[in-house]
């Protein structure tokens, strides 16, 4: 933050907005990109919680500061919008609140209910830029990245919902001739994240992996590479459409948890593919239990004596999201001792699994990055229209299938 | 079991008991216990669910074989009831429907739940023998451990709660002179449950220690490997008294979970001490959940700046017992995602750890076996009073700090 100079939209010198009848994105959009020399101004999606629990989000005019040598500027053209994003982006924010903020031109306001702001302690007072990953050209370098010039790449990091971004030449990935913006967009979170599963499930010893919310973006990466790599996949979805979808990409293993028959039809699946990990998107609730209780079940259908503890084949449940914020529950008498219900996020493993791997993982990437690891979205926003409220609950209501993406040049 | 002669105690040749007059405890002890040459016959204490989910204690009469070379024959003197054992002795079995069985001979019948029976489908049918661990003097030996007869000896291995005990010499320690059989009954699963849990913590690079039911003898053994060896250690008990009874010892942590600060003064002492693992004797409810949350406030509050993910700290539950049966709840929302919940059982985790290690946790046991590592009992019954309606209740009411020891030789 030291190194970028950051006004509120509504204190400019050149106001964009008085008073509180223009509709929030004109102040928004009103905001001037400026080009010049290399100092880049433009606009920067926030979030930010005050102690009375108002969550207001707003776009603020940036002035960037000039690369360092090992950095360069890119114009932000496409950015994903992850569930990862989300949880910083409302955090415990009643969406339903959303409404203009009282001046009528910063942005959005949406009420955080006082019980849940402890959660979110650390971050109060902070305005805090969104936007884990994203794709654009690079506009300006410095000296030591002066042949990424002109060229497409893709980038995480953080603050990717904004018009430009400065950032070290190391973390951006030039894309491969002819790939778009868009085809680039979301080349790390989700495709890191599904090698990083089936990384982690070989690596620890597993054969065969379940997934929760099975039909996202996610979900048929994860299914696309496990088809390549001939490993068993237990696809766990919430709607006929979805099975339909997966199928259609060539699942083997597809499960309704919404189908009475689940549990038994889990349990089948897991005796005959052998799967003692799973990778939990959703979190709250009973589902995590369930699969560990099926995993239990079928070690006991094929073991050979009673254990009072339970059987002796090791299950391990990975929390990676967190669609459903309600506690989990599980059942331990179900699934005996030998088990783990651990949380899974990328960064914290990438760091653990070391630079040759994570240069594995991004070299597939690129190689499959039309197939594999495309992503479809259902809709293109500019970054104004992050803030209005109809949109923001389309894109909040995390539907599996829809994915928006940010196009901040149309707005 | 294939070694064993084994028949009901109402199907021996000479009946021990006629129809449905006599109690119980006397059809038990009517079997004789008889040691002729190498041949020993004695009662043995066995567990059976059947289909129809009536659970059956019976003492059966059961004839020992000859000891193989390496074997030894023990006469049984001093066996706890371990919370461990209780899991296996009543199941999921209602405790309160425990009468005498219907024959008015065989011992004592007791009513599991038809919901609860699926969890327990792999013991159905079969008479399991009971009792961890125990102690006793050698009465037999093959002729390569000849040495020990006439021997005291601590034992591990199930089928405890018996009049004779056949084993392997290798599963016994020979006690030091003078020691009882009561010094020696309880010598393995807390002894080296409590060194688990250091060795655990120390292996896995955590710096503190969290117990909960921490007044128990095992926790008590804890406090004292804790003191010894300068690793602090926050214990979480309900009860005043029993916050008394860990201060006594020398506690420096010691929280009452029914304080209504509790969590705060969680929070606080693992801010102090730096706690990052916990070990859980309780796992049914929020408490292991409140434990990660605790931990997670502490690293938060002394973190530089807000994560989305939560903390970077890596926080340990291991559940290891289940004091309460209820399902396992958790809020992720203050845990963050660097968090594991984990089972924790001796004998899996004493074979990762290897034999070197046992060898050091035995060799503890016996320099420390009347100090650190001292079992307390409130109560001494026979093997037949075991199933006296009246005393299992007791017994089973796990109440922290109540303990039981079976002796077989007082009736």
Known sequence: MTARKVRAANTLRRPACFGGFAPHVRCASSITQRETNMAFTGRELRTKIDEEGNLVLSLEEVTIDDPADDEIIVRVEAAPINPSDLGLLIGPADVTSAKPANDGCSGLTLHVPSHRLPAVKGRIGQSLPIGNEGAGTVIAAGKDAVSLKGQRVGMIGGAMYADY?????????????????????????????AQGFVETALTEGHKAIIHTAAASNLGQMLQKICLADGIPLINIVRSPEQVELMR???????????DANFGEALTDAIVETGATIAFDAIGGGTLGGEILQAMERASVLTASEYNRYGSMTFKQLYIYGMLDAAPTTFDRGGIGFQFSISGWLLFPYLQKAGEAVAQRFRGRVLDELTTTFASKYTRVIGLAEALDPEILNAYVRKATGEKFLIDPTIG
Chains 1, 2 share one sequence.
């Open 165 to 193: 971004r400065r950032i070290k030449a190391n973390d951006v990935i030039p894309l491969p001739a002819g790939a778009s913006a868009k085809d680039g967009a979301a080349i790390f979170v989700n495709p890191l994240t």
């Open 248 to 258: 259609a990409i060539g699942a083997k293993y597809v499960l309704n948890s919404k």
